[in-house]
């Protein structure tokens, strides 16, 4: 890879050819493509097959769980493409030497970060979009009836998973240990966005915790807004507290080495 980028030329454009290139890996990556992509819509229809979830209950304020469920399965791909997916691949390029031999040629090593977590953050994106679109068509869930809150937070939310991944990233030194780290966040942040437990039915004392979480308030964030209402400042100014802290720890505790 860094045979090819060198080749670019001081007259080319380095990130542009970084992220043409970790596009064509990553799209050779078979099972990053599935989970990011695939899982959390396919997860979506698995359960929505279920009678009882297509029902409306008024303990969920007179909705049904699938209606609950789709924000959740946005959040999961989020979850499967910062937590699972980015950390081992960075982590793997830094304990190859790859970074360290890209300092050589005309692309710094910051420009593979940014195009992984563009590549990431398009793929989780992307899956939101799946899931809606399984949601509406095959179940009848109601589009967001909030568009530019929903986009708000939904932005949010990946830009906070994407610091966190690069977080782990910065923390671990092989991708071993990344991918341990990333998955004991993986099964916290699972949690928090409400995969087993939706935060909307978990009790009070329990639900105000989970929410100063970032998918937590994610979470609630995107209930909001798909019910129609702009998300609570409260859930974006934690969203956007945990991006900025976890940018800033990222950021210094990066090592290209």
Excluded: N
């Excluded at 380095?14 to 099972?31: C, D, I, K, Q, S």
């Excluded at 909307?200 to 937590?216: H, S």
């Amino acid at each position: 890879m860094t045979a090819t980028l060198g080749a670019t030329g001081p007259g080319g454009r380095p990130l542009a050819a970084v992220l043409r290139t970790e596009t064509r890996l990553f799209l050779r990556e078979p099972g990053s493509l599935f989970w990011i992509l695939v899982f959390p819509a396919a997860l979506l229809t698995i359960l929505g097959l279920i009678p009882s979830f297509r029902e409306d209950d008024d303990a969920l304020g007179g909705r049904s769980f699938i209606d609950l469920y789709v924000p959740v399965a946005v959040l999961l791909a989020m979850i499967m493409a910062g937590l699972q997916a980015m950390p081992p691949v960075l982590t793997g390029y830094r304990e190859r030497g790859i970074l360290r031999r890209m300092s050589a040629t005309p692309v710094r090593p910051s420009a593979l970060l940014t195009a992984q977590i563009v590549l990431h953050g398009a793929a989780a994106l992307g899956s939101a979009v799946l899931v809606l679109a399984v949601g509406r068509l095959a179940f009848g869930v109601r589009l967001p009836r909030q568009s530019a809150g929903y986009a708000t937070a939904l932005l949010l939310a990946v830009a906070c998973v994407l610091v966190l991944g690069a977080t782990v990233c910065a923390l671990s030194r092989t991708s071993k240990v990344a991918a341990a780290a990333g998955s004991v966040a993986y099964l916290v942040m699972m949690f928090t966005a409400g995969v087993w437990v939706p935060v909307q039915t978990m009790p009070d004392l329990l639900r105000r915790i989970v929410e100063f979480t970032p998918f937590g308030a994610a979470s609630q964030a995107l209930d909001q807004a798909a019910l129609g209402d702009w998300p609570g400042w409260t859930h974006l100014g934690v969203m956007v507290v945990w991006t900025a802290v976890l940018g800033a720890a990222s950021t210094r505790l990066f090592r290209w080495e």
